[in-house]
């Protein structure tokens, strides 16, 4: 089906070239005000609703983030065309980069996370509770994201225990992918993208995207384990055991026999990490070695 001839999405074009991913298929406007997104693979529709409320949401908190103008869904695709915000895509090229991403993502959850303060928000995908949710706590939501193949490693048993402290965190709203390239400066202001991960849960799920995609990105760029900016990583609140599920949550998201790759000592290395520079350390050396034997990013 044509999506651009979609008579609400036609007053926002006409949009140029597709840029394909494996969750989306985006298409820029001519004159660069707004850009159609199309949601694929994975629940489509479900990601639509999820980034329209929270872009409402946070727009509304303060955020800078595009504005939602339409969104929609047929029988066979779910779409929404929202503004397309200035500025340049962050990066880990240098420390001052790091820096600047752990200040900007530690800024951005402090606003979202203190927004439940008085609610009584239940885990779950996005930023508001369905009639029909089922109740589920910290540790379910989190080990829910992985596929059946990990409960048949030797870690499993042990992810599961570790993860039981979660439980008593206080549920709060998470941008739920933040990641450097998410965050675009243009001089003047800081706009966030990227809202159809959101949703309910422990306020560590944003810290430990945040710190996992700098140390995975930093070493798949080259930087040696030894050379990581541990002590600019570090002031992210994250400890070894949620650490641990995030490298086997990408892990699992990988090519199958990935997930393999993972041996139970280092599984332990990270899990067990007495301080966050200690977590920050043994999974740069874990990453580097999933590297090494050809993990793709």
């Known amino acids: 089906m044509d999506l651009r001839a979609d008579h609400r999405i036609l007053q926002y ?11 989306s298929v985006t298409r820029r406007s001519v004159d660069g005000a ?3 997104k199309v949601y694929r693979g994975v629940q489509p529709r479900s990601r639509r609703v999820r980034e329209a409320d929270a872009l409402r949401l946070a727009r509304g908190w303060g955020v800078s983030a595009p504005v939602l103008l339409a969104t929609g869904e047929e029988a066979d695709y779910a ?15 240098t420390t001052a980069d790091v820096t600047n991403f752990v200040q900007r993502a530690l800024s951005l959850t402090t606003n979202l996370h203190a927004r439940a303060h008085g609610l009584s928000l239940r885990p779950g ?14 540790q379910r939501l989190l080990l829910e994201q ?22 008593d965190l ?35 799920c944003d810290h430990v995207d945040t710190m996992f995609h700098l140390i995975r990105d930093l070493i798949y760029a080259g930087t040696a384990p030894s050379e990581l900016p541990v002590d600019v990583i570090s002031q992210v609140p994250v400890t070894g055991l949620v650490l641990a599920w995030r490298v086997v949550q990408w892990l699992d998201r990988r090519r199958p026999r990935d997930i393999n790759e993972l041996s139970h000592r280092e599984f332990d290395r990270i899990a067990l990490a007495g ?8 999974t740069g050396r874990c990453i580097a070695l999933l590297r090494a034997v050809g993990v793709p990013q």
């Not at 074009?13 to 969750?23: I, L, S």
């Not at 779409?79 to 090229?93: C, E, Q, R």
């Not at 301080?275 to 043994?282: F, I, P």
């Open 13 to 23: 074009g006409p949009f140029g070239c597709a840029t394909v991913k494996p969750f």
């Open 34 to 36: 707004s850009m159609l």
């Open 79 to 93: 779409w929404s065309v929202v503004s397309v915000v200035p500025g340049v895509p962050g990066s880990v090229t």
């Open 125 to 138: 995908p996005g930023w508001s509770a369905t009639a029909n949710q089922v109740t589920t706590t910290h």
């Open 146 to 167: 992985l596929s059946s193949r990990c409960h048949r490693l030797p870690w499993w048993n042990a992810l599961q225990s570790m993860l039981t402290p979660l439980n």
């Open 170 to 204: 206080p549920t709060v709203h998470l941008h739920g992918d933040l990641k450097p390239e998410h965050f675009l400066a243009d001089g003047k202001k800081e706009h966030v993208v990227d809202w159809e991960a959101s949703g309910r849960g422990p306020g560590v």
């Open 275 to 282: 301080t966050s520079a200690d977590a920050v350390r043994a």
